[in-house]
């Protein structure tokens, strides 16, 4: 099997080669997992081991459309991936459970770290299996801007993360799991006090904000196609995935059905406005 594409793939072929991202991911999570030990939320059992394997096939398959439509070169491609993955999941997240729960805090930063490098495996996986060996150089097509024009984009995509986190957070307490939180004290949940969640939103969004620059920089497509294309990357590798692995099978479906859509519109609609900022509505074929 020639694991190197010379053209672009079909539907089929990135569905089977998004599955074999999926299994290395599961085998390197189970592996971490071990290192880990108490440490690490999640044991390397069976049951884990498919949902890794589902999770990460799921992220390669949000990661596709970059990935096959990219005219970078195969090593850039590479880090504008991992760069997502590393930023929006690993970093965000560790950051995000360090400050939530202080007493795990060696924890978070440990599977932090690990999660940098399973991203590279990741990332680096993807590209070999996806991304066709013959592409053509767009470079001159993107926007040039200096690094103030891409800070001050960057921390607008962050704002709007921090906004649409508490707007639809708020929307989803008022509606639902506020009142599951005070009628449900058998699964343990409470809400971290608000300056911790402001803190920790505050710090995240401008990951997703640089994390999306990368990974949009990689293709030439008008904005409203890699708006979409982004914002489900942003709602599977920093939502779902993530969600799956830890929390879904320990929550009744309800509560998994109004966390996984708050989650779609804060992620989501934040893809959107990244696109907008970061894009371009030029295509391959249009004058710069």
């Known amino acids: 099997m020639n694991f190197i594409p010379q053209s672009k793939l079909g539907v089929g072929e990135i569905v089977v080669r998004s599955l074999i991202v999926g299994f290395v991911y599961a085998l390197a ?6 290192i880990l030990g108490p440490l690490s939320r999640l044991a390397p059992t069976v049951d884990n081991l498919l949902v890794w394997f589902i999770t990460g096939t799921l992220v390669c398959l949000s990661l596709s459309p970059f990935i096959v439509h990219t005219d970078w070169s195969r090593s850039k491609t590479m880090l504008s991936i991992w760069a997502v993955l590393a930023l929006v999941r690993s970093l965000g997240l560790g950051i995000e459970g ?10 978070a930063v440990i599977g932090a770290v690990f999660g940098v490098l399973v991203s590279l495996l990741v990332a680096w996986l993807s590209v070999l299996l996806l991304m066709p060996a013959h592409q053509e150089f767009l470079e001159n097509a993107r926007p040039k801007r200096n690094w103030w024009g891409w800070t001050w984009r960057v921390l607008i995509v962050g704002l709007a993360y921090f906004v649409f986190y508490f707007v639809f957070g708020a929307t989803n307490a008022f509606l639902y799991t506020m009142s599951f939180y005070k009628n449900n004290p058998q699964y343990g949940l409470n809400l971290p006090a608000p300056a911790v969640i402001f803190l920790a939103q505050l710090i995240r969004g401008p990951l997703f904000g640089l994390g999306s620059l990368f990974i949009v920089r990689a293709v030439i497509v008008p904005r409203r196609k890699v708006g979409v294309w982004l914002g489900l990357v942003l709602f599977v590798v920093g939502g779902v995935a993530p969600y ?9 479906l309800g509560f998994n059905l109004a966390t996984l859509a708050e989650i779609f519109f804060q992620n989501f609609l934040t893809g959107l406005v990244a696109a907008y900022f970061y894009g371009t509505k030029q295509t391959p074929g249009q004058a710069v």
């Open 29 to 34: 999570s189970a592996l971490v997992a071990a």
């Open 98 to 107: 360090s400050l939530f729960k202080p007493t795990d805090t060696l924890g």
């Open 244 to 252: 799956v692995e830890v929390t879904f099978r320990t929550m009744p």
